[in-house]
């Protein structure tokens, strides 16, 4: 059974960071592409953040502008995303995804 776990999310001011972990298991995950999604209430879709395919290729979504950084350590079966600057318009429930498995998301909350 494929799991993903988030960790990581919490209260920030304006203009500070977090790091977000995704931990994987069930799967092999060295050979999957990982990504990030968030949404920001539960009446508006899920938006991409970022995705890193197995060769480590990584897209961004448009609004991430060079703030977040996505990584992965395959020895760890865990996925991270670096957020800096962060905004108040940041704050939504972060969710990872590979193929049409979900995890259950990361509270990340912007304080302006």
């Known amino acids: 059974q494929v799991q993903l776990v988030e960790s990581g999310g919490g209260l920030v001011q304006a203009g500070g960071s977090l790091r977000l972990s995704c931990e994987v298991s069930?799967?092999?995950?060295?050979?999957?592409?990982i990504a990030w999604y968030r949404q920001e209430d539960a009446e508006k879709q899920r938006e991409l953040v970022a995705?890193?395919?197995?060769?480590?290729?990584?897209t961004y979504g448009a609004f991430v502008k060079g703030r977040f950084t996505i990584s992965r350590d395959n020895s760890k079966n865990t996925v991270y995303l670096q957020m800096n600057s962060l905004k108040p318009e940041d704050t939504a429930v972060y969710h990872c995804?590979?193929?049409?498995?979900w995890g259950r998301g990361t509270q990340v909350t912007v304080s302006s």
């Open positions: 995705n890193i395919a197995a060769v480590r290729k990584t």
């Open positions: 069930g799967t092999t995950f060295g050979s999957r592409a």
């Open positions: 995804k590979t193929v049409h498995y």
